[in-house]
């Protein structure tokens, strides 16, 4: 019954219900002609059938009813389902993704799982899932404690004057390996794969905090990165990094069956290594002594800022270049895919056939990529990073390196404009980007993310010829009571 079918979509929301008193029986039905997650409705007097060749098929074809329940409570007393007719329905795009960014601010279990209903319920089948980044380290490693013990909170371990009384509370929090199962597992039911990243060999300041043997005894001096983190690049010059890492992933691996791994990859600072004796050495003996040299100049030297870091051709982009490969053909050698923001394919030495990337800076860095045979996933910062601000005048919150992006804005943008057949022959999919920076709290994370989330998702799903922007206002509004947060209860760790 509908009761049935909607408490199995929104467990304890009281605003879904049966629209007919009795309910109205769905039966279904597969189709092996149909692709994965295409689907069939049909509607007849005596209820509907659902037609799908796989699960994805069967719930994208349930989520539709439950979008015509939520409809009809617009107008509960005169809502009937149609006698007849059919809905075929299929995705535009196989990756329909949404990233979240839980290094900057920790979201709990709870959250999590209400995130991903959300995407689900926007018919998104892919959750990037940041676990670590400069800030804070968030998944639980049984080779390394200190990772969580210490790299997964902030604000407390300082002395204050006595006067002042006790420090300041920790903050924070990480997921166990028992709550990353439940969430891969939920993630799975609703038809969602996750795609947990590690940020290397950059963003790693919280990690060389917990693990500070991994960096080389003999470095001095100090390049910055853009977001202002001293020293915060894995060194690829030391074996211990490889062995940590592996180790790490090795446990990672276990947790995520889908073996897709992302590396991270973006920002590596220009200057990154050249204070590190080991990693100059290095280098001169990839790309010799004036390289080398050149390379050592750097330290100490401030350059960097969004969007205008390229350090394609430098020292740095060797050394990284070199370290990527490495881990690739690991992570290969035990079956997975690597993702990599588009920086990973700087110096070319990445295997393209087992790779894919999330382009970010811009939408002709995409093409390039695309064109030169990358599989790449589409976010562009102008239209699909979620942290952006909606408006220019600082009457809205969020970020800015990108320009301000407006729900229309969002919803209008074509990922592909422009691409030729060869480019869009690598095109995986897009991707919503949650970077949590600026969402101090729940309502500027509603703010930011709502209804772009949803103006995203319809690119995803739905032919550009079948949008239409004034469709999309009309429903807009209604999305936040859409979203049913309430329930997004529990604890971190
Ligand atoms: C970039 C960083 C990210 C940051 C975001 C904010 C990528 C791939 N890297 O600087 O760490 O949170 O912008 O918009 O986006």
Redesign the pocket.
């Known amino acids: 019954s509908f009761a049935a079918l909607a408490e199995a979509l929104f467990p304890g929301d009281a605003l879904v219900r049966p629209v007919t008193e009795g309910g109205l029986p769905v039966a279904f039905e597969p189709d092996e002609a149909l692709p994965g997650e295409a689907y069939r409705l049909d509607f007849a007097p005596n209820g509907v059938v659902v037609t799908a060749h796989s699960e994805a098929g069967y719930l994208y074809g349930l989520i539709t009813l439950g979008q015509i329940l939520r409809g009809a409570l617009r107008h509960p007393a005169t809502f009937l389902f149609p006698a007849s007719g059919r809905i075929a329905d299929a995705p535009a795009l196989g990756w329909r993704g949404t990233h979240l ?1 839980v290094s ?1 601010q920790f979201y709990s279990t709870g959250e999590i799982k209400a995130l991903i209903r959300i995407l689900a319920w926007n018919k998104m089948n892919r959750f990037h899932w940041h676990l670590s ?1 400069d800030e804070a380290w968030r998944i639980e490693i049984d080779a390394y404690p200190a990772l969580t013990e210490v790299a997964a909170w902030r604000g407390h371990g300082f002395a204050l004057p006595p006067l002042l009384g006790t420090g300041p509370q920790k903050t924070g929090g990480y997921y166990t390996k028992a709550a990353i199962r439940e969430i891969v597992a939920y993630a799975k039911s609703l038809g969602v794969t996750v795609v947990p990243e590690i ?1 290397i060999p950059g ?1 790693c300041y919280a990690m060389l905090k917990a693990i500070p043997e991994l960096r080389d005894p003999g470095e001095s001096g100090e390049y910055f990165s ?2 202002g983190f001293p020293n915060n690049c894995l060194n690829p010059a030391r074996e211990e990094t490889y062995s940590v890492l592996e180790t790490i992933f090795n446990e990672i691996i276990a947790l995520f069956p889908d073996r897709i791994i992302h590396i ?1 990859a ?2 590596v600072p220009i200057g990154a290594w050249s204070g590190s004796p080991i990693a100059l050495a290095r280098l001169e003996s990839v790309a010799g002594k004036p390289a080398a040299e050149a390379h050592a100049r750097r330290n100490n030297v401030v350059t960097n800022h ?1 969007g205008a870091d390229e350090i394609e051709g430098s020292g740095a982009a060797v050394l990284q270049a070199e370290f990527l490969a490495r881990i690739q053909k690991f992570l290969a050698s035990r079956g997975c895919i690597t993702g990599g ?1 588009e920086e990973a394919a700087h110096g070319h030495v990445i295997d393209k056939a087992k790779v894919y990337l ?1 382009g ?1 800076r811009n939408h002709e860095i995409s093409a390039a990529l695309a064109g030169e045979g990358y599989d790449i996933v589409v976010s562009p ?1 102008q239209a699909y ?1 979620l ?2 601000s909606q408006a220019t005048d600082w009457s809205e919150p969020g ?1 800015g ?2 320009g301000y992006s407006s729900p229309e804005k969002t919803y209008r943008f074509d990922p592909t404009a422009g691409w030729s057949e060869a480019q869009r022959a690598h095109f995986l999919g897009i991707q919503a ?1 949650i ?3 600026p969402m101090a709290d729940r309502a500027i994370f509603d703010r930011l993310v709502f209804p772009r989330l949803s103006a995203i998702a319809e690119s995803g799903w739905t032919r550009a010829c079948d949008k239409s922007w004034e469709r999309f206002r009309s429903i807009a509004g209604l999305m936040p009571i859409l979203y049913g947060w309430q329930d997004a209860s529990g604890e971190g760790a």
């Open positions: 960014d900057r980044d940020d963003h853009v977001q991270g973006d920002e969004h923001w999330v970010w910062g990073y942290d952006m970020a390196w990108a980007c970077w949590s920076e």
